[in-house]
């Protein structure tokens, strides 16, 4: 059973381009959440999604955007990236309301 | 204030120890508390998982909750070098799936 998996592991952009990443949920999970983690802090909440739609959304600006397939997968969009938008992009799924987030590896992405 | 407090460390300890790790929040509202376990360049794993008072045990793992107090902890027996790794506390309110996160406390265990 493949747990969370998202790409790419890296990606390098300079300031003000757009980047795409990408997530496939657990098998069986239905809800998909992204989180950002800076170098040496906890994960921050950017948003959730279930049913295609944005359910709950933390306190990022609407450079992030995001969708969801309806296979469960799901994209998030920074556009007009920042330096400050250098992090670890994490990506938990789970089932509609389960208890338990099972998170991805993530994506490193550093802006120049 | 902050919404979770989590000493960042870092913590060192000789293998085969107990550590102790700890957060407080300042949220009355969070009812689900969890630790997660991050290796290096690792996405965050679930360790440990509860929504009521008092401690729960799993293996070498023993997860502590004073809701009255606004503290949980996380306690680790017979430390192994495997254990070292960065060991964040979350919270969750119920209806809600956001996770709000404390800094991580990063561990190292010490053959």
């Known amino acids: 059973d493949a747990g969370v998996t998202q790409s790419p592991t890296h990606l390098i952009k300079t300031r003000g381009q757009q980047v795409t990443l990408r997530c496939s949920p657990k098998?069986?999970?239905?809800?998909v959440s992204w989180y950002q983690q800076a170098l040496g802090q906890g994960p921050q909440f950017i948003f959730q999604y279930y049913e295609e739609e944005e359910r709950q959304r933390g306190n990022f600006p609407d450079r992030f955007s995001g969708h969801q397939f309806p296979n469960y997968s799901s994209e998030l969009n920074v556009n007009a990236l920042l330096l400050g938008d250098s992090a670890l992009y994490l990506c938990?799924?789970?089932?509609?309301?389960?208890?338990?987030?099972?998170f991805g590896p993530g994506t490193r992405l550093t802006v120049l | 204030q902050k919404e979770v407090e989590q000493d960042p460390g870092p913590l060192s300890v000789p293998e085969g120890a107990i550590v102790s790790l700890n957060c407080t929040y300042s949220n009355s509202a969070f009812q689900y508390f969890m630790w997660y376990r991050q290796y290096s360049r690792k996405g965050p794993e679930l360790l440990m998982y509860?929504?009521?008072?008092g401690n729960k045990e799993d293996g070498r793992f023993t997860a502590q909750v004073d809701k009255s107090s606004k503290y949980i902890s996380l306690f680790i027996r017979d430390s192994q070098p495997s254990d070292s790794a960065t060991y964040l506390c979350?919270?969750?309110?119920?209806?809600?799936?956001?996770?709000?996160f404390g800094q991580g406390t990063r561990l190292t265990i010490n053959p």
């Open positions: 979350a919270f969750r309110i119920q209806g809600a799936q956001k996770l709000v």
């Open positions: 938990a799924s789970s089932r509609q309301g389960g208890n338990e987030q099972f």
């Open positions: 098998s069986g999970h239905d809800t």
């Open positions: 509860t929504y009521s008072s």
